[in-house]
């Protein structure tokens, strides 16, 4: 047929079959032209909805939806996390799309019915846990979005939803109807004129889609939030701060600056805190995924509120006072302040300052200054983790401290809160009581060994010497800067000032002296133990016997002698074995010492410094370390300290979260830093006079 319609080259086609032909060209044109808009039509509407999608996704983001509807480890948005609530335990539902037991059945309708006023799509009322009354602010655009990112955009998953676990009466649903009746505003966000855009944005964001209130805004006798935006009479409680699930959700108004906010909310952590308890969540999961835009946004929001009820008022646009890093005055003369330099120096220094982008500062940390000491509990009896986050991505621990007793946790609380919590009152032991009777914590060490409480020595009759020695241990470079050549103190070995199991503590060892030293070759006593210390760890000069320091060091370690006798066996005692089977691989172990030593010990082995020039965490190889001489500087001395005792923070072990690494990677790192250049030690020549010299001695 076609081929009629089409002239032999050269040769005009009769008029009517012209005709027709031109009609159909024209007519096969426009099909091709209407096809071809047809598909541009198909392809921008695809785009527009793979944009609606992602538009969607972001906005989960925003409300933070895995958090409350996935289970560790469980399936993205699948549900069954259980949320405590004071009237029971509820389980959160499956809200992938698959029909039978997710949303999958649900309209676009059903589901801003369910988001705006708690009504689920067969009709039964949802608990305020699920937050409704904020996300009734969001926009119909948001909305939309979102339900075509739930439904489009994840897989569905079959999992069947857990029933709630609610007391009577309260697993009576009809009375939320008249809950809703008294408390739930289904107005969408109203932007104020008199407000930029930013602020608006930030606005939004925090009362709607963020729902911040949630957590952080008091609750009346019904469990509502007292106000759901700054506005109006009670405007003043939003944000300002309530205790939940025994963690203290801190007021948020005009708390830093717009810049320190936008930092913790991305990184997890800024200059006064770090992320703990459920907000470690909400930044891993939710607000370090923000756009800077609207970090920005939502920062400038909280930081135009003004003191809430429970804060301390200040004049309008004033800066709150920052509580400067110190060294309290109590620190070595109570008990609050001994047992703080024992269990919490390490990390938060002896000033309260923790250390840079690694361990929290105390000084001006709201959840110090807090009336409310909840969180500070919470965390000792618990313990916690920072928030992986792009920013931070290397997650460090703070081991449960449970198997202190109630009177030692409110001691060293108080003390806290005395030397850096802006006039934050005590911390009564009755409260840690109540506080360990809900939340049960657990400890799993079936270690033997008797940890020294240093807080036990000011009951002694020589407990200035005994604190003196302690010191000496603590701060040897300062207070002994003529016999210490290196950057090292005491306990860079002997961690806690010698009271850690496998981190070579004082307990018992006086009772073993006089003793026989391989390394001199003959008997020595404890001050000739000491003196090698000094001349090898410390790459200094040996301390006089009869001096003070001398004998307030012994008195110490006496004192950490307790019942030993010499033929006792301590457990805990040195830094354990290593397999010295194991074949060490320095290029493996130079790996090992960049991914999980360097933060601490500087890239290049220098160690750390504050930002006042001070060292915090010793070199490990240089001028400023231990010379060859020093235990450490052999590769399986080194590897079994390194097995139990680095890094710190890796995990929730007492009371360092020490240790971790296998025992092939301690030998690695062991032979990687040990073999480093580091100052030579002249009497090497005098060492191993008798005995076999071990295989990996530096000389």
Same mark, same amino acid.
């Given at each position: 047929m076609f081929k009629r319609l089409i002239p032999a080259e050269g040769k005009r086609p009769a008029s009517s079959a012209g005709r027709r032909g031109k009609a159909l060209r024209q007519g096969l044109g426009a099909i091709l032209l209407f096809g071809s808009a047809l598909l541009g039509m198909i392809g921008q509407a695809v785009a527009s909805s793979d944009?609606?999608?992602?538009?969607?996704?972001?906005?989960?983001?925003?409300?933070?939806?895995?958090?409350?509807?996935?289970?560790d480890k469980g399936t993205e948005m699948a549900g069954g996390r259980a949320l405590e609530t004071p009237f029971g335990?509820?389980?959160? $539902?499956?809200?992938?799309?698959?029909?039978? $037991?997710?949303?999958?059945?649900?309209? %676009?309708?059903?589901?801003?019915?369910?988001?705006?006023?708690?009504?689920?799509?067969?009709?039964?009322?949802?608990?305020p846990a699920m937050p409704y009354p904020s996300y009734a602010k969001m926009t119909g655009e948001d909305m939309q979005a979102l339900y075509a990112y739930l439904m489009r955009g994840l897989s569905p998953v079959k999992q069947a939803n857990k029933p709630d676990e609610m007391h009577w009466p309260f697993s009576m649903r009809w009375a939320l109807a008249i809950w809703n009746w008294l408390f739930l505003d289904e107005t969408p966000f109203q932007p104020n004129a008199s407000k930029d855009e930013t602020w608006n944005r930030g606005a939004y964001l925090v009362q709607g889609l963020g729902h911040c209130g949630a957590c952080h805004t008091p609750r009346g006798l019904f469990f509502q939030e007292k106000a759901m935006s700054d506005a109006g009479a009670k405007g003043n409680y939003f944000l300002a701060g309530e205790t939940v699930e025994s963690w203290r959700a801190l007021s948020l108004r005009n708390l830093w600056t717009v810049e320190d906010t936008v930092l913790f909310l991305k990184s997890g952590r800024n200059r006064?805190?770090?992320? *703990?308890? #459920?907000?470690?969540?909400?930044?891993?999961?939710? $607000?370090?995924?923000?756009?800077?835009?609207?970090?920005?946004?939502?920062?400038?929001?909280?930081? =135009?509120?003004?003191?809430?009820?429970?804060?301390?008022?200040?004049?309008?646009?004033?800066?709150?006072?920052?509580?400067?890093?110190?060294?309290?005055?109590?620190? %070595?003369?109570t008990r609050g302040?001994?047992?703080?330099?024992? +269990?919490?120096?390490?990390?938060?220094?002896?000033?309260?300052?923790? !250390?840079?982008?690694?361990?929290?500062?105390?000084?001006?940390?709201?959840?110090?200054?807090?009336?409310?000491? *909840?969180?500070?509990?919470?965390?000792m009896l618990t313990g916690g983790q920072t928030a992986p986050t792009a920013t931070h991505p290397r997650v460090f621990a703070m081991p449960a401290f449970a198997r202190l007793s109630?009177?030692?946790?409110?001691?060293?609380l108080s003390f806290v809160r005395a030397s850096w919590g802006d006039g934050a009152p005590v911390v009564e032991k009755s409260l840690v009581t109540r506080m360990r009777a809900e939340l049960d914590p657990k400890t799993t060490d079936s270690s033997k060994f008797e940890t020294p409480r240093l807080a036990d020595?000011?009951?002694?009759?020589?407990?200035?010497?005994?604190?003196?020695?302690?010191?000496? #241990?603590?701060?040897?470079?300062?207070?002994?800067?003529?016999?210490?050549?290196?950057?090292?103190?005491?306990?860079?070995?002997?961690? #806690?000032?010698?009271?850690?199991?496998?981190?070579?503590?004082?307990?018992?060892? *006086?009772? %073993? +002296?006089?003793?026989?030293?391989?390394?001199?070759?003959?008997?020595?006593?404890?001050?000739?133990?000491? #003196?090698?210390? %000094?001349k090898r760890s410390m790459n200094g000069k040996p301390l006089p016997k009869d001096s003070?320091?001398?004998?307030?060091?012994?008195?110490?370690?006496?004192?950490?002698?307790?019942?030993?006798?010499?033929?006792?066996?301590?457990?805990?005692?040195? !830094?354990?074995?290593?397999?010295?089977?194991?074949?060490?691989? =320095?290029?493996?172990?130079?790996? !090992?010492?960049?991914?999980?030593?360097a933060i601490c010990h500087g890239e290049n082995g220098e160690g750390l410094r504050n930002a006042a020039g001070k060292m915090v965490y010793p070199p490990l190889w240089g001028d400023e370390s231990f010379n060859i001489g020093a235990g450490m500087a052999r590769t399986y001395t080194a590897a079994a300290f390194v097995k139990r005792n680095m890094p710190i923070g890796f995990h929730g072990?007492?009371?360092?979260?020490?240790?971790?690494? *296998?025992d092939q990677e301690a030998v690695d790192v062991a032979e990687y830093f040990s073999h480093q250049p580091r100052p030579d030690f002249p009497e090497k020549v005098n060492d191993w006079p008798k005995d076999p010299k071990p295989a990996d001695a530096r000389y």
């Open positions: 944009a609606q999608v992602e538009r969607g996704r972001y906005l989960a983001r925003l409300g933070d939806c895995v958090a409350c509807h996935t289970t335990k509820l389980y959160s $539902t499956n809200i992938t799309p698959d029909r039978d $037991t997710g949303i999958g059945n649900y309209s %676009f309708e059903q589901f801003d019915r369910a988001m705006r006023k708690g009504i689920a799509a067969d009709g039964h009322k949802l608990y006064f805190a770090t992320a *703990s308890g #459920n907000m470690t969540e909400v930044i891993t999961h939710s $607000t370090q995924h923000f756009k800077e835009s609207d970090l920005t946004a939502v920062a400038t929001y909280l930081k =135009s509120l003004p003191p809430g009820p429970y804060d301390k008022p200040m004049p309008a646009g004033a800066a709150k006072p920052m509580v400067a890093a110190h060294v309290p005055d109590t620190l %070595f003369t302040g001994l047992g703080y330099i024992q +269990f919490c120096g390490d990390c938060h220094r002896a000033d309260g300052g923790g !250390v840079d982008k690694i361990f929290p500062t105390l000084a001006g940390n709201p959840t110090v200054m807090s009336k409310d000491a *909840s969180t500070l509990i919470h965390i109630d009177d030692e946790l409110a001691e060293i020595m000011l009951k002694a009759a020589n407990a200035d010497q005994l604190v003196r020695g302690m010191r000496l #241990n603590l701060e040897t470079k300062d207070l002994l800067p003529g016999h210490v050549g290196d950057q090292l103190n005491c306990t860079s070995c002997h961690l #806690n000032a010698g009271t850690v199991a496998d981190g070579s503590p004082y307990v018992g060892v *006086s009772a %073993f +002296f006089p003793s026989y030293a391989p390394r001199a070759g003959r008997m020595i006593v404890l001050e000739d133990r000491i #003196n090698g210390c %000094f003070p320091e001398m004998k307030a060091m012994v008195a110490y370690f006496d004192w950490m002698k307790g019942e030993t006798k010499p033929e006792d066996k301590v457990p805990g005692r040195g !830094v354990g074995k290593i397999d010295r089977s194991l074949k060490p691989d =320095s290029e493996n172990g130079k790996k !090992v010492y960049a991914e999980q030593c072990k007492f009371p360092l979260g020490q240790g971790g690494l *296998s």
